[in-house]
């Protein structure tokens, strides 16, 4: 879900820009989900531990995340998607070398085409995308 927070600034002016198509479902986890599932892990003895996965309670849309940003900042914020063939320059206008944004377009388009599998064993995190770009609105309307 953090990986939503500067787009912050974008959403207050009414726009969510997103590589993925609006309704494109992705797996979302709350950073301190994942830190309670560490926190977890290294508490077990090494002989109990594998490679674990933990997503948010559900997964989400580009979409959703507007509408997470419109009900805390009040007023609406559309998806503004990024089409394939723009993305290793968005990625260079972000700021990226032009090795990270081939690498970043490509993971982006592995993603896309390939679609995101669900694990077996996925665990759940309690922290839902609402709750969490209500509380990051929250934060910077702090600062």
């Known amino acids: 879900m953090s990986n939503w927070d500067t787009m912050i600034d974008a959403a207050r002016q009414g726009v ?3 590589m993925f198509p609006a309704d494109f479902e992705l797996p979302m986890v709350a950073p301190v989900d994942l830190g309670k599932e560490a926190a977890s892990l290294l508490r077990q003895a090494p002989e109990h531990t594998a490679t674990s996965h933990t997503e948010g309670p559900e997964r989400y849309t580009p979409r959703d ?6 009900a805390g900042l009040g007023h609406p914020v559309d998806v503004a998607v990024t ?5 290793v ?3 260079r206008k972000l700021g990226f070398s032009e090795k990270a944004a081939c690498s970043f377009a490509g993971m982006t388009a592995a993603t896309l085409d390939g679609g995101a599998d669900k694990p ?10 609402a709750d969490y770009i209500g509380n990051l609105i929250g934060r910077m309307e702090v600062n």
Request: proline share 4%; net charge neutral.
């Open 16 to 18: 969510l820009p997103s």
């Open 83 to 87: 089409h394939r063939a723009e993305w």
């Open 65 to 70: 995340v507007a509408h997470a940003f419109a």
């Open 120 to 129: 077996f064993h996925a665990k759940q995190g309690q922290t839902s995308l």
């Open 89 to 91: 320059d968005t990625f």
